[in-house]
Nanobody, 125 residues
Framework: VQLQAYGGGLVQAGDSLRLSCAASGGTFSSYCMGWFRQAPGKEREFVAAIDWRGDSTYVSDSVKGRFTISRDNAKNTMTLQMNNLKTEDTAVYYC???????????????????WGQGTQVTVSS
């Protein structure tokens, strides 16, 4: 499956932004998916994950209550709704598909083997 993330941009603190990840070339509904982010000089960080059908989700403590992950298997898309953005949310955001089903909801980026190209999110104060 090929992934393409989009929807990033420049916003002010407190604003909202919605990221999307479009999948093609595979059976999207068979993959557990995740969002990661990477700020300059920092390691790639887990943001959120979702199971095959969207019944179970998991978000990191740093975004809990502000970010929501969801998916629409009929449209082969996954979204990350980001509310009340903070300057520390500034990063390149990546969508990814888990390597194996056993890694569903995993936080370690090494457990994902398909990545989108990333979309920049910049939050100004």
């Amino acid at each position: 499956v090929q992934l393409q993330a989009y929807g990033g941009g420049l916003v002010q603190a407190g604003d909202s932004l919605r990221l999307s990840c479009a999948a093609s070339g595979g059976t999207f509904s068979s993959y557990c998916m995740g969002w990661f982010r990477q700020a300059p000089g920092k390691e790639r960080e887990f943001v959120a994950a979702i199971d095959w059908r969207g019944d179970s989700t998991y978000v990191s403590d740093s975004v809990k209550g502000r970010f929501t992950i969801s998916r629409d298997n009929a449209k082969n898309t996954m979204t990350l709704q980001m509310n009340n953005l903070k300057t520390e949310d500034t990063a390149v955001y990546y969508c990814a598909a888990a390597r194996l089903s056993v890694y569903c909801m995993a936080r370690n980026p090494k457990n994902y083997n398909r990545w989108g190209q990333g979309t920049q999110v910049t939050v100004s104060s």
